[in-house]
């Protein structure tokens, strides 16, 4: 059925244009020898079709300058890439020198930390001793007069707390 309709279709397109063309020619032959060269002056200058010049011995040209096109592009890209090249480079120099920043950085902090840790150290190992030493001192003498330690909680005299 798609095929019937699409034969009528095209045949009725083919009439149509017989009848535009038919039209077309019976105004051209009433017009007036004056309006008729004016029409068909009209027709060549601003409805033809562009003439150009044609030559199929210039393709042998042609490929010259797609040769040329082509090593023209070529220079372009290797221009480019050797830019992008450069640019990575820099790119490259300037993280290496943020990286040995933060390197040097971290190493002051990691100093300040094992300083602070020594100190630390000493300070535990300074209250150990501490610690050790009152704990001698207040063994071999065992209780003070008074019958306190020297630890332990500190009574008032009436017995109250």
Not at 54 to 81: C, I, R
Request: proline share 2%; aromatic share 6%.
């Amino acid at each position: 059925m798609s095929d019937t309709f699409q034969r009528v279709f095209d045949n009725a397109a083919e009439v149509a244009l017989l009848e535009r063309a038919t039209i077309i020619c019976n105004i051209e032959s009433s017009l007036p020898d004056n309006r008729k060269r004016k029409f068909l002056r009209y027709l060549k200058e601003k409805c033809a079709p562009l003439e150009a010049y044609y030559d199929d011995d210039e393709d042998e040209d042609e490929e010259g300058e797609v040769k040329k096109f082509t090593e023209q592009t070529f220079e372009l890209v290797k221009t480019v890439q050797s830019d992008l090249d450069g640019w990575k480079e820099e790119v490259i120099h300037e993280m290496k020198s943020l990286v040995a920043e933060q390197v040097v950085t971290q190493r002051e902090q990691i100093s300040k930390l094992q300083e602070s840790v020594r100190q630390l150290t000493r300070v535990l190992e300074a209250q150990s001793n501490f610690k050790k030493g009152l704990g001698q001192g207040s063994g071999s003498s065992g209780k003070r007069s008074g019958g306190r330690s020297r630890s332990g909680p500190r009574s008032s005299g009436d017995g109250k707390r």
